[in-house]
């Protein structure tokens, strides 16, 4: 199975702008995410996909793989289709630019199901963590997943899901981790199909496989990681990092 990572890089982040490029322990963010995806040993190539040139001169500096995107897109997913049309993988890692905070027994996890997934049922997978505090599960940054009772992604959401009407009901709330792993099949329908009005909404592109009735599967870990955000979250990384 040729498994590889792409990390969709863009360098004007809506709500932390040239978020990719701050320093995190003497080196830009997207460097430290490059390297960590490298590292872990897990992927047959990892390339940096990105419209910047910035962000393509620094991974090129350090000896990385770049693959600048042609066209403007929407979304992260869509900037990696454009980028593996041609090639020939079976699957394919995105790893979100601003999480350096790679981990490798998490990936692990995720790989093995599709590769125990012979019957090729299985069109994405995707990582959530258990959350417990009610200010990040309120937060909208944080986007929410809940699941059926094997684990396929029911809906994703910035909003607390689920609603908390009974509060006697004990139920665990999921954090969805920007970790997305597509069979190339789904990714190249992805780009091909129109955003529907609850994407556009939410702005969560996995909600528009749910949309088509693509089957998500989310794997369980427990590495919460640090994705950077905001400026708050920046320093927060660096603090972890030293």
Known sequence: MNIISMIPARYQAS?????????LGGKPVIVR????AVKTGLFNEVYVVTDSPVIADVIEGIGGKVIMSKKTHESGSDRIA?????????VVINVQGDEPFIDSESLEKIIKVFKNDTEKEIDLGSLMTPITDWGEIANPNTVKVIVDNQDFA??????PIPYPRDEKVDVTYYKH????VFRKRALMDFQKL?????EAKEK???????????????????????EIDTPEDLERARKVWK
């Not at 454009?82 to 079976?90: I, L, N, P, R, Y």
């Not at 996995?206 to 919460?224: C, D, N, P, Q, S």
Request: proline share 5%; aromatic share 12%.
């Open 154 to 159: 029911l809906y994703f959401s910035r909003s």
């Open 204 to 226: 969560i592109e996995a909600i528009r496989f749910l949309e088509y009735g693509k089957k998500i599967k989310m794997v369980e870990t427990h590495v919460t990681g640090i």
């Open 177 to 180: 981790k920007g970790v997305y």
């Open 82 to 90: 454009e980028a593996v049309e041609d090639m020939d993988v079976d």
């Open 194 to 198: 129109p955003m529907l009005p609850l």
């Open 33 to 36: 995410t490059y390297e960590a």
């Open 15 to 23: 709500r932390f702008p040239a978020k990719l490029m701050q320093d």
